[in-house]
């Protein structure tokens, strides 16, 4: 009997230091964590943000992306309370989101200042494009068109890029569009890191106001707070074009510093802040998301004193002037927007947000962008092989896209592109993981679909617009 009690003392000792052992290495303080609080986060967004049904918001765009961790990665939804609690074998490292309404859903881990009983809600619905058949059939082949449109998609269930959304525009027109089944134009489709470049845009419309210089030193507040007078040089500019130089990498393994960011981080701004200083701000170029959360805390606090004010700022400063009601930006549990990864929309809106690089900053004969911003975010950084501008992506040579073209992309295959000589927008929206979406193949394709309208059509008047990832080829 005295043996059997020691035998089994001695494992609870071995199983008691294992699990501290794996709680503080980088599977049980990064990995683990990361990996319920994307469940927790995901199935909250994707459920009652985007409006998917579970099951199908699981399978497309997490079950991929967690591999064999699936297996033993479990969550619950609270229907009543809008609330997904994932965990590891429902014991360990516990996650849990909370949905607010206009406000999306935030991962909550227990840090003060969360309110869950706080919501902004929309002031007006979703208002969607009307289908201008008469301007399409005026400017496109439209059978290589509605060729190109189906070939993004092929068939749903046997094709992996799991392409979910379709949306072109032309000259301010919607002239196609495409959803995959389980989806629709009221979708609001998670942008990933396109989220960035309605950060860069939320930059040149304060620049536009007077409210703020890029290029001052000194000006982010999080970076301030550290006492490290180096720390004081990072721009806004710098942050947006992903010079910070601050060890914040970001690789999408799980246990990467933007992985514990974003997932197990009640104050993000204090997190990217707090990291390691490698490089002089400007002299390395290096895609991560902590650059664009310091930026967004800092323009975040010119927009109001509390997150309400500050959502009708953003609302009124760029989504309704642009005709767009169906956004929402999340944010963080300690109420900052989660600005580089968290914008949800329909896809008419993302290509409303788009439009407005098309249209040069210019709603309704009213400028919201500085006359030069097209050309600053579409300034290659350097260090980037010229194929970041300024939270916008680039065209390498190799994708054969006009050289003016600048684009939105996000994790898992999101994509915008902005093509000002051909006068198109496209948005290219899905659940794609491990393959190529071959998004750029599809840019191509339709404007290869555009041809010169014939002399003697009456020509339609152009509507006023109502309106860590690489790019693939």
């Not at 939270?391 to 592109?417: H, V």
């Amino acid at each position: 009997m005295k043996k059997r009690y020691f035998v089994g003392g001695t494992l609870a000792i071995l199983l008691a230091a294992g699990i501290t052992a794996l709680n503080l290495s980088p599977i049980g303080r990064i990995y683990l964590p990361s990996g319920t609080g994307i469940v927790a986060k995901q199935m909250c967004s994707l459920t009652w943000v985007s409006g998917l049904e579970s099951d199908q918001a699981y399978d497309f765009y997490l079950a991929p992306l967690l591999g064999d961790a699936g297996s033993v990665i479990g969550y619950d939804m609270d229907e009543e309370n809008r609330e997904v609690t994932a965990s590891v074998l429902g014991l360990f490292w516990h996650q849990r989101a909370v949905w607010r309404d206009g406000l999306g859903c935030t991962l909550v881990h227990g840090g003060e200042g969360f309110d869950p009983d706080l919501t902004v809600p929309a002031e007006q619905d979703f208002i969607p494009l009307e289908l201008d058949t008469d301007h399409r059939d005026q400017w496109f082949d439209t059978e290589a068109l509605d060729a190109a449109i189906a070939d993004a998609f092929d068939d749903i269930e046997a094709d992996s890029r799991q392409t979910l959304g379709v949306a072109v525009l032309h000259r301010g027109r919607l002239v196609a569009e495409h959803y995959a089944p389980g989806a629709s134009r009221e979708t609001r489709f998670h942008g990933w890191s396109m989220t960035k470049s309605t950060m860069a845009t939320l930059a040149g419309v304060l620049v536009e106001e007077g409210r703020l210089d890029i290029n001052a030193e000194g000006a982010v507040p999080a970076l301030a707070e550290i006492d490290d007078m180096r720390l004081s040089q990072i721009t806004i500019s710098h942050l947006l074009r992903m010079a910070g130089g601050l060890a914040i990498a970001e690789d999408n393994t799980g246990t990467d510093p933007n992985s514990e960011m974003l997932f197990t981080q009640s104050d993000m701004p204090r997190y990217a802040a707090t990291r390691d200083r490698l490089h002089a701000p400007g002299d390395h170029w290096q895609y991560m998301s902590g650059n664009t959360i310091l930026a967004t805390d800092t323009m975040q606090r010119l927009l109001g004193d509390t997150l309400p004010d500050q959502v009708d700022g953003l609302r009124s400063r760029i989504f309704a002037p642009l005709g767009i009601h169906s956004a929402i930006m999340e944010p963080g549990e300690n109420g900052v927007f989660q600005g580089s990864s968290y914008m949800y929309a329909t896809a008419h809106d993302w290509a409303r947000l788009a439009l407005l690089y098309m249209n040069d900053g210019m709603v309704d004969g009213d400028r919201i962008l500085p006359d030069d911003w097209y050309d600053i975010v579409a300034e290659p950084t350097p260090g980037s092989n010229g194929q970041y501008g300024m939270g916008f992506w680039l065209p390498n040579e190799r994708s054969s896209l006009p050289a003016d073209t600048i684009m939105m992309s996000g994790f898992q295959g999101q994509w915008a592109y902005v093509m000002p000589e051909q006068e198109l927008v496209i948005v290219r929206f899905g659940a794609t993981m491990g393959v190529n979406s071959r998004s750029g193949g599809l840019a191509l394709a339709v404007s290869g679909s555009l041809q010169p309208p014939v002399e003697d059509t009456p020509q339609i008047t152009d509507a006023p617009a109502e309106d860590s990832p690489t790019p693939d080829e």
